[in-house]
C-alpha cells in the first residue's frame, strides 16, 4: 500500500514539475510576443497619416423624376390572436413623370415580414 502511495506521490510531482517548465516557457514567449508588438504600434503609429475626408458634390438629376403618393400609410389590424396570420396591401401610385424602380422593400421592424412583387 505504501508503494503505490509513494509511486502516486512521484508520479504527481513529475506532472506538475513539467507543467511548470512549460509554464516559464509560455510566458517566456507571451513576453517576446508582446514587445513585438509593442514595436509594431510604435511603427505603425509613425506611419499613419491624417487625411481630411472629401465631400462628394450634390449631383441633381437630370430631366424627369418619379415619385409617388401612398394610398394609405397606415393600417388598424385591431385584436389579433396569438398564431393569427393578418396580411395588408400598401398601395400607391406613380405621380413622377418617370418608371418608379423598387428595388427592395424593408420594413421598420422585425415583427413584420414585407412580400413585395
Given at each position: 500500500?505504501k508503494?503505490?502511495?509513494?509511486k502516486?506521490?512521484?508520479?504527481a510531482m513529475?506532472?506538475?514539475?513539467i507543467?511548470?517548465?512549460?509554464?516559464?516557457?509560455s510566458e517566456?514567449?507571451?513576453?517576446?510576443?508582446?514587445?513585438?508588438?509593442?514595436?509594431?504600434e510604435?511603427?505603425?503609429?509613425?506611419?499613419?497619416?491624417?487625411?481630411?475626408?472629401v465631400?462628394?458634390?450634390?449631383v441633381?438629376?437630370?430631366?424627369?423624376?418619379?415619385?409617388?403618393?401612398?394610398?394609405?400609410?397606415?393600417?388598424?389590424?385591431?385584436?389579433?390572436?396569438?398564431?393569427?396570420?393578418?396580411?395588408?396591401?400598401y398601395?400607391f401610385?406613380n405621380?413622377?413623370?418617370s418608371?418608379?424602380?423598387?428595388?427592395?422593400?424593408?420594413?421598420?421592424c422585425?415583427?413584420?415580414?414585407?412580400?413585395w412583387?
Amino acid at each position: 500500500m505504501k508503494t503505490i502511495a509513494l509511486k502516486a506521490f512521484v508520479l504527481a510531482m513529475l506532472i506538475s514539475g513539467i507543467t511548470a517548465c512549460n509554464d516559464s516557457a509560455s510566458e517566456k514567449k507571451i513576453a517576446a510576443l508582446e514587445s513585438r508588438l509593442a514595436e509594431m504600434e510604435k511603427t505603425n503609429s509613425t506611419e499613419a497619416t491624417a487625411t481630411t475626408p472629401v465631400k462628394a458634390p450634390d449631383v441633381k438629376p437630370e430631366g424627369p423624376i418619379p415619385a409617388f403618393e401612398w394610398a394609405s400609410t397606415e393600417h388598424d389590424f385591431g385584436t389579433i390572436n396569438e398564431n393569427d396570420v393578418v396580411t395588408h396591401t400598401y398601395t400607391f401610385k406613380n405621380t413622377g413623370e418617370s418608371p418608379l424602380i423598387i428595388e427592395g422593400v424593408r420594413p421598420s421592424c422585425g415583427c413584420t415580414a414585407p412580400n413585395w412583387t
